[in-house]
Antibody, heavy 120, light 111 residues
Framework: EVQLLESGGGLVQPGGSLRLSCAAS????????MSWVRQAPGKGLELVSG????????HYADSVKGRFTISRDYSKNTVFLQMNSLRAEDTAVYYC?????????????WGQGTLVTVSS | QSVLTQPPSVSGAPGQRVTISCTGS?????????VHWYQQLPGTAPKLLIYGNTNRPSGVPDRFSGSKSGTSASLAITGLQAEDETDYYCQSYDISLSIWVFGGGTKLTVL
């Protein structure tokens, strides 16, 4: 069974930093691309960042480019999201998601989410 | 402003059929990229409902079906049940933005 467990969320002041972690289990970690998707309070879903299974390709939403960095540790089966220069508009629940190899590469596994609040 | 456009809300009576549209453009759905649909119950993570335009993951009832034509896609739900009342999101890839994009979401109300 696929399990994704996020951690690292919390309250941070504008301009501050946070590092989110997503511990994965139940599948061969290196075979799958992983992503971070966020949802601001009362709003829709936004793909923040993604990383390929091999780790050699990454992509970012324009809203976070230059501020967020995604990475993965194969020894720990963990994906990270380093978030710097945080802004109020980054406040959201951040979900870790596994991108499947099914037709069209949908996100078939999701964590429970971790809340990031950026406020003074 | 979402790249993929969904109606903010739809409604139907128990047992009826409803459809949720997802309108894109020539840089996403119209470019041939697959559409996926997710169901999100309140306070929980999204759940994959339809992938590759028309396919259901195991465990998803056949009351849910997807279709795609041109620059749009649709999710149909037949035999509406009270438990279907929640939020639904479409997703596709946008070649101009070089990133996966979501629709703004549709809240389904079962009357």
């Amino acid at each position: 069974e696929v399990q994704l467990l996020e951690s690292g969320g919390g309250l941070v002041q504008p301009g501050g930093s946070l590092r989110l972690s997503c511990a994965a289990s139940g599948f061969t970690f290196s075979n799958y691309a992983m992503s971070w998707v966020r949802q601001a309070p009362g709003k829709g879903l936004e793909l923040v960042s993604g990383i390929s299974g091999s780790g050699d390709m990454t992509h970012y939403a324009d809203s976070v480019k230059g501020r967020f960095t995604i990475s993965r540790d194969y020894s720990k089966n963990t994906v990270f999201l380093q978030m710097n220069s945080l802004r109020a508009e980054d406040t959201a629940v951040y979900y870790c998601a596994k991108q499947d190899t099914l037709t069209g590469y949908p996100w078939s596994g999701w964590g429970q989410g971790t809340l990031v609040t950026v406020s003074s | 402003q979402s790249v993929l456009t969904q109606p903010p809300s739809v409604s139907g009576a128990p047992g009826q059929r409803v459809t949720i549209s997802c309108t894109g453009s020539s840089s996403n759905i119209g470019a041939g990229y697959d559409v996926h649909w997710y169901q999100q119950l309140p306070g929980t993570a999204p759940k994959l409902l339809i992938y590759g335009n028309t396919n259901r993951p195991s465990g998803v009832p056949d009351r849910f079906s997807g279709s795609k034509s041109g620059t749009s896609a649709s999710l149909a739900i037949t035999g509406l049940q009270a438990e279907d009342e929640t939020d639904y999101y479409c997703q596709s890839y946008d070649i101009s933005l070089s990133i996966w994009v979501f629709g703004g979401g549709t809240k389904l109300t079962v009357l």
